[in-house]
């Protein structure tokens, strides 16, 4: 009754292949978002710093920005929990230097 397509195998298999992809896209989603996050914080802090702007805001987008970068890294290597973290840290930290503004 165990045919090639009726094994218990087959289901773990394909259960291992959805997490695989699960992962790899969380991998991908991180790095990606980090990436994009600090390429923002550096436009931004480029265009603080070119204003009249106090200088702790554009060094807390520059911070901010090196924080996402590396939850970009981070996260292309996997640590995707860690990765979130400092993704909400960078941000926030670059929310906190535009009140100084």
Do not use: H, K
């Amino acid at each position: 009754m165990n045919g090639p397509g009726n094994s218990d195998t087959s289901g773990i298999q394909e259960e291992y292949d959805d997490q695989v992809l699960d992962a790899r896209r969380a991998r991908w989603t991180a790095s990606g978002t980090g990436a994009l996050l600090a390429l923002a914080g550096l436009a931004a802090s480029a265009l603080r710093l070119s204003g009249s702007a106090p200088a702790l805001v554009p060094a807390a987008y520059g911070f901010g920005a090196a924080v996402c970068a590396l939850a970009a890294v981070l996260g292309s290597r996997g640590r995707t929990r860690r990765a979130l973290w400092l993704l909400i840290a960078g941000v926030m930290v670059m929310a906190l230097g535009d009140q100084f503004d």
